[in-house]
């Protein structure tokens, strides 16, 4: 007579929870931006390409250079979630097209995740006028105080005479 180590539905839970931690069940990555095709790309010819040929092959641009509308940014960023349901970013890029004012295609350049700029954050506070109350002053701070208008013959005139 032979027992087994462990009934057969539980390791068909077993197997189950065992397989929880596969790659099976990540979720898909997630593209957010304008990503550019890189065979589309090529089909750009700086020199002869125009703003509305560029525009009908690759879309509209993400965004316009604020201080010179030639400048076209295509922005693209992957991210897939991780632990903890936060965002990990797998992949950025820019792909920046510049014109000239009579609208043909000048350059060609990509930006990739190697070449962006870190913007660190700055841990300093900034300075506000007053002090810091404590936990007693802010829990008892305005008992007693009555304002100008309260409780000095209910009138609410400057003087303090009634309003008739």
Not at 13 to 36: D, E, K, M, Y
Request: with cysteine.
């Amino acid at each position: 007579m032979r027992f087994p180590l462990f009934p057969r539905p539980f390791r068909a839970f077993l197997l189950i929870a065992a397989l929880g931690g596969c790659s099976v069940f990540v979720p898909p990555a997630q593209v957010r931006g304008n990503r550019v095709d890189p065979a589309e790309l090529q089909r750009l010819h700086p020199g002869t390409t125009t703003e509305a040929q560029a525009r009908d092959l690759l879309g509209s641009p993400t965004a316009q250079g604020t201080f010179d509308q030639n400048d076209w940014y295509y922005i693209t960023e992957t991210t897939r979630q991780t632990i903890g349901g936060t965002q990990g970013i797998e992949d950025q890029g820019v792909v920046v097209l510049r014109f000239d004012g009579a609208g043909i295609l000048r350059g060609v350049h990509r930006i990739g995740r190697k070449q962006a700029l870190s913007a660190p954050i700055v841990a300093r506070t900034t300075p506000s006028p007053g002090g810091s109350a404590g936990f007693f002053q802010q829990l008892l701070g305005n008992v007693g105080r009555i304002g100008p208008d309260l409780g000095q013959g209910g009138g609410g005139s400057p003087g303090g005479a009634p309003v008739p």
